[in-house]
């Protein structure tokens, strides 16, 4: 039977690694029990669609109130063919209120 001498100091090298390798395991285990351990807590985030929604919902609440005053003067003017349209005017107005979105 032959026995490889070269080979003889590579396994002692092993060995040596895996029992440091164990007592490093088991302090690290020792130190992890003896830190309290940190209780998970709940917690709720929103999406980026219900935060824009909660936003627009406090813009509708922060928006005047209907004048129905003005509302009946309006209808009595289209009804009547009195209503003037600017078209210019409009075509911005639109423009605004898109970009706002």
Known sequence: MTININNLNNQAQINQNKQAQTKQGSAQT????????????????LTPQAQ???????????????????????????????YKIDPQKLAASMAKFEFTL
């Open 30 to 45: 020792t130190v992890d029990s003896a830190q309290p351990k940190h209780v998970a807590r709940d917690s709720v985030s």
């Open 52 to 82: 824009q929604f909660k936003e627009l919902q406090k813009k509708s609440a922060d928006a005047p109130v209907i004048n129905q005053e003005k509302v009946e003067e309006l209808k009595k003017t289209i009804a009547a063919g009195e």
